[in-house]
């Protein structure tokens, strides 16, 4: 089992529609997730990061953690075209400089007009 | 948010040479730094992490001897690709961890053609 699963897609959505990505994780004891999005050719940029159960809200942009269920998402309300891009989930075990975080294999999410 | 800036943006390269490519955290002290290496299509793959004033730690694969991580100061660290192959090609990206902020930035990336 790889410890952070993506489904690869691509996910398409109309614009103005929500985008929901899932991510599952395999280490319990992850305390840190984070989402980057990522344009092609382009490195990731950071949107979000989560550490507690529940919701996070950030403009358009939702974070949804449960540790129980070990999956965190991320929905993307009124999507538009230039949100098309791949989405990086990473999680992280802990806060020390020796913890790595550990990036799924991505999303491609595209925004049809 | 932060930034980290990286140098070159785009190298190519003869087979057999070496090349350098820095890593700048700009506006916050980085005491740990990763590089990822990245092909067409693939995710990211953590190459090695670099810890300001000692040793890189590789990933299991990557040959300590062929990228060379320097992590000299709290802002800088550098890769050096020895010996360069066209099987290097590919896109390396430079991550700073803020400690402060718990965040970590990556540069814009430097992407590397070996002929």
Redesign the interface.
């Known amino acids: 089992q790889k410890e952070v699963e993506q489904n690869s897609g691509p996910l398409s959505v109309p614009e103005g529609a929500i985008a929901s990505l899932n991510c599952t994780y395999s280490d319990r004891g992850s305390q840190s997730f984070f989402w980057y999005r990522q344009y092609s050719g382009k490195s990731p940029e950071l949107i979000m990061s989560i550490y507690s159960n529940g919701d996070k809200e950030d403009g358009r942009f939702t974070a949804q953690l449960n540790k129980a269920s070990q999956y965190v998402s991320l929905l993307i309300r009124d999507s538009q075209p230039s949100d098309s891009a791949t989405y990086l989930c990473a999680v992280r075990r802990g806060k020390t400089s020796y913890d790595k975080v550990i990036f799924g294999p991505g999303t491609s999410l595209s925004v049809i007009p | 948010?932060a930034v980290v800036s990286q140098h070159p943006s785009r190298v190519i390269c003869k087979s057999g040479t070496s090349v350098k490519i820095e890593c700048r955290s700009l506006d916050f002290q980085a005491?740990?730094m990763?590089w990822y290496r990245q092909f067409p299509k693939?995710?990211?793959m953590?190459m090695a992490?670099s810890?300001e004033g000692s040793k890189a730690t590789y990933e299991q694969g990557v040959e300590k001897d062929k990228f060379l991580i320097n992590h000299a100061s709290l802002t800088l660290s550098t890769l050096t690709v020895t010996s360069a192959h066209p099987e290097d090609s590919s896109?390396y990206?430079c991550s700073a961890?803020d400690?402060l902020t718990?965040?970590?930035?990556?540069?814009?990336?430097t992407r590397l053609t070996v002929l």
């Open positions: 948010g005491t740990t990763f693939q995710s990211l953590l992490t810890n896109f990206i961890r400690f718990d965040t970590q930035y990556f540069g814009p990336g």
